[in-house]
């Protein structure tokens, strides 16, 4: 059976190859992200390999199907990218590898913490360009502070671990309460007082209807001043202007953003040979307090061998009529 692995890396193409060892599976890497112009390269392929960034709207998912494609195994979490609806229609079943390492994205989630807190990034560049001095270089004890965790599933649990390791008490918001969070001594509170008690928040829920743009003008205008914003969720979770307005006035303090709303046309390409278009993105990184790393939150050897192993176990059980891990609209 031939794959076809859209958006694919080197890494994928190590660890995928890896983890197939002497299946009877066919793989091929595609660099090129799958949009309505890519498409007709997966003409014949009777399974499709996409990423986060692919584009799986109902044209191209029509496109793929009349290609002869009838499974989509998608090598992520999330499946906010995926037109559910219309892959229904046209009979494609849809997977996903609903866990790989929580551990990856909420220690990544943690390390976003870390460095804004105590400016590692202004540090490095400060003592690699000879100057040794502290100024504006003040961090907080995270010891006692308040860190409200939006989303405590497997990711948002993982990080709440960590931040109680720090001696961090702990605000939750979930419309499905953990008890695993609770043992933890964490609070669930209601959206508008997280907001309002938290010194730090990270979001940790997926991009839903519900949760688009969760994080807007007005629940900024509810943060304590100076707060901390981490998403490691998606890009999307936050109307990405109001942050800008926020940072400038102040209200929000500092910033760690491991996913954007816009991030397709940009992530995972090397674009430094080219001017940035996109403005919002670019008056972001003119904060000393922000943070942004290109999704990379996942990137760790353990997530990618468990996303290589579930992605393959995936279609080798739908294969054989025993599916598993299916998304259903
Ligand atoms: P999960 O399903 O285990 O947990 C998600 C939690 O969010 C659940 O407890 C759910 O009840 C909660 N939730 C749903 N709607 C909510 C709402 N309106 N408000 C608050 N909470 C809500 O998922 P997970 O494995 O912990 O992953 C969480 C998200 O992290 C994924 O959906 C994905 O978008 C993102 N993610 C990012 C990366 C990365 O590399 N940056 C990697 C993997 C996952």
């Known amino acids: ?196 008690q938290a010194r730090i928040i990270s979001l940790h829920c997926p991009l839903t209807a519900h949760t688009r743009h969760l994080i807007n003008a007005q629940s900024l205008g509810q943060l304590q001043p100076g707060a901390m914003l981490i998403n490691t969720g998606r890009g999307a979770l936050v109307d990405t202007p109001a942050l800008v307005d926020a940072l400038k006035s102040g209200q929000l303090g500092y910033l760690g953003l491991d996913v954007y709303e816009e991030e397709a046309q940009l992530f995972f390409e090397d674009r430094s040979d080219l001017p940035l278009q996109d403005d919002v993105l670019a008056r972001l990184l003119t904060f000393p307090n922000v943070i942004v790393t290109a999704h990379q939150a996942f990137l760790t050897r353990e997530a990618l061998a468990a996303i290589a192993a579930t992605t393959l176990d995936n279609i080798v059980r739908w294969a054989a009529g025993n599916p598993h891990n299916l998304v259903d609209g």
């Open 1 to 196: 059976m031939r794959v076809l692995l859209f958006s694919s890396q080197h890494y994928d193409q190590e660890s995928f190859t890896q983890a197939a060892g002497d299946c009877a599976l066919a793989l091929h890497f595609q660099p090129a992200r799958l949009t309505l112009d890519t498409v007709a390269l997966a003409e014949g392929f009777e399974v499709v390999c996409p990423f986060i960034n692919d584009d799986l709207n109902a044209q191209v998912l029509e496109r793929l199907a009349a290609g002869g494609t009838r499974l989509i195994a998608l090598r992520s979490a999330g499946y906010n990218h995926v037109d559910l609806a219309a892959a229904q229609r046209l009979g494609l079943a849809v997977v996903r590898v609903p866990a790989y390492s929580p551990h990856a994205v909420a220690e990544h989630a943690a390390a976003l913490v870390l460095a804004l807190n105590r400016r590692l990034h202004r540090a490095y560049n400060r003592t690699r360009d000879g100057d040794f001095t502290l100024h504006g270089l003040t961090g907080f004890d995270l010891h006692g502070k308040t860190v409200g965790v939006i989303g405590t599933g497997q990711i948002g649990l993982a990080f709440a671990r960590i931040m109680a390791g720090f001696g961090c008490q702990l605000l939750a918001y979930d419309p499905y309460p953990n008890p695993e969070m609770l043992a933890l001594g964490a609070r669930y509170v209601q959206l508008p007082d997280l907001l309002g």
